[in-house]
């Protein structure tokens, strides 16, 4: 990993070409991310991060070697990606593409997640089957169906101490399961949210 010296900004205050490529190797990808956070687009965020760039560069004499480097940058990023925003927001054509194409991410996201979420679902009910009918039963419903313990307990004529119980249990089972198989990336979160479950 890169680490910034002092040696090394010093060498970029007084313009040595390698400090700065230590530097914009060190940095672009996550202001490039940052900027495409806001953006929606890869040319755009491209641009500006190359805009950030230029700027640090330009202002270069003015950087104190004893300071941290990256709050500086940030700042930098920040002004420059709100600066932008801000000229998109006064220009009615532009802020119309924004908006497209902000839908248009926003859109591929929920699609994404929704297919995530069915997959996990798939996969969480195929392991299920390992754990003991009625107990199985009882996760579903306040786990997957969104049943409260005291709906649960009216549904499956029991206490609502029992589906504690049951619940406990298949906490437990999960938690076995998780350390023997594949999935304890998906049954983790489940398993230790079931405690605040009421």
Same mark, same amino acid.
């Given at each position: 990993?890169?680490v910034?010296?002092?040696?090394?900004i010093?060498?970029f205050i007084?313009g040595?070409?390698?400090?700065?490529?230590?530097?914009? !190797?060190?940095y672009?990808?996550?202001?490039? =991310?940052?900027?495409?956070?806001h953006? &929606?687009?890869?040319?755009?965020?491209?641009?500006?991060a190359?805009?950030?760039?230029?700027r640090?560069?330009?202002?270069?004499?003015?950087?104190d070697?004893? @300071?941290?480097l990256?709050?500086?940058?940030?700042t930098? $990023?920040?002004n420059?990606?709100f600066?932008?925003l !801000?000229?998109?927001?006064s220009?009615?054509?532009?802020? =119309?593409?924004? &908006?497209?194409?902000?839908?248009?991410?926003?859109?591929?996201?929920?699609?994404?997640v929704?297919?995530?979420?069915?997959?996990?679902?798939?996969r969480? @009910?195929?392991?299920? $089957?390992?754990?003991?009918? @009625?107990? &199985?039963?009882?996760f579903?419903?306040?786990?997957?169906?969104?049943? $409260?313990?005291?709906?649960?307990?009216?549904l499956?004529?029991? #206490?609502?101490?029992t589906?504690?119980e049951?619940?406990?249990l298949?906490?437990r089972?999960?938690?076995?399961?998780a350390d =023997?198989a594949?999935?304890?990336?998906?049954?983790?979160?489940i398993?230790? #949210?079931?405690?605040n479950?009421?």
């Open positions: 990993m890169t910034l010296t002092k040696d090394i010093q060498d007084h040595e070409e390698y400090a700065f490529t230590r530097i914009y !190797k060190l672009y990808q996550d202001i490039r =991310s940052y900027c495409f956070k953006t &929606r687009s890869a040319e755009l965020a491209e641009e500006l190359s805009d950030v760039f230029l640090l560069w330009e202002a270069r004499a003015n950087l070697p004893d @300071r941290e990256k709050p500086y940058l940030f930098i $990023t920040k420059v990606t600066t932008w !801000k000229r998109v927001l220009d009615q054509k532009m802020k =119309s593409v924004f &908006r497209e194409r902000y839908l248009s991410a926003q859109e591929e996201a929920n699609q994404h929704a297919i995530t979420a069915a997959m996990d679902l798939a969480l @009910r195929k392991i299920m $089957t390992e754990i003991p009918s @009625r107990r &199985r039963q009882t579903e419903l306040c786990k997957i169906d969104g049943m $409260t313990y005291a709906e649960a307990a009216e499956l004529s029991v #206490s609502k101490e589906i504690k049951h619940m406990s298949a906490k089972d999960l938690s076995k399961l =023997s594949d999935y304890i990336y998906l049954l983790l979160p398993v230790y #949210s079931i405690d479950y009421f």
